[in-house]
């Protein structure tokens, strides 16, 4: 006999685009579901008496032996024609979706639904919880110590300008292209922010392409989700492995200065993600 389970479904908003900043008010619905396992349901993200919003991004986070994704679909609150992309990581329980009106386009006031969700209930919570802790004590313990040191090279307060940053291997990609391929893109999309794009060498295998111009962490994060599901973009680079991040300008100069690309990644992550 399959077992009914009750679940709370848990939203974190890491990032929020808009021009009154700390508004958050982000309803899911429902919040509480009860099923049979393989029972599929819609769980709708919306906007409630939101003014001056230009985009969202989000992080909902789920237990992944319980549920899995099975969709997800962009609502009609901030339009028809917008930038948007998701991206689900079953294996973690990890759903990131971001959304934005493009450049030229004005704000939204009022209340709409943003994104709906479909999930499949694919186990009973009473046979995962056990498990899920003593990986989660044991992934907490393995983290701990590089998170620390990575806290106290960087400046948590991440406040103010920022740069998004390509490092790129020197040797085996075509580099003009890409550039031209970032040119082209800011002109399309982001002429109104007058984006600067600077080279130089990380180390003798490495290079930067470094962009400035984004005069707070919630532009430069609105860049950030667009570029990054522009995959054409990245063609010239070939099967190279690279990394692309965010950056304040201060903590930039530490950048600059350590060279460690794990240290800052480790700090990103547990600071922006």
Sequence with gaps: MLQKIKVILLLTFVCLIAE????????????VISGEVGTEFIVDVAAKDVSNLFGVSFNMKFDSQIFEVVSVNKGDFLGSDVVFFQNTDNSQGILSVGMSRKSGQGNVNGKGKLVSVKLKVKASSSNTSSQKEKTDESADNQN??????????????????????????????????????????????????????????????????????FD???????????????????????????????????????FLQDKNIKSYIDFYKQTYL
Excluded: C, W
């Design 20 to 31: 009154n900043k700390g508004q958050s008010v982000y309803p899911i619905s429902p919040q």
């Design 144 to 213: 701990t110590a590089k998170e620390d040191t990575a806290s106290k090279i960087y400046d948590n307060n991440i406040e103010g300008k920022h740069k998004f940053v390509f490092v790129i291997p020197q040797k085996g990609v075509d580099k003009k292209q890409f550039l031209d391929n970032i040119k082209n893109f800011n002109n399309s999309n982001y002429a109104d922010l007058k984006i600067e794009i600077k080279e130089s060498s990380l180390d003798n295998i490495r290079q930067l392409i470094t962009l400035s111009g």
């Design 216 to 254: 707070d962490k919630e532009s430069a994060m609105r860049y950030f989700k667009t570029i990054v599901q522009n995959r054409d973009l990245y063609k010239p680079l070939g099967k190279a492995s690279y990394r692309n991040f965010l950056i304040s300008d201060k903590n930039y100069k530490i």
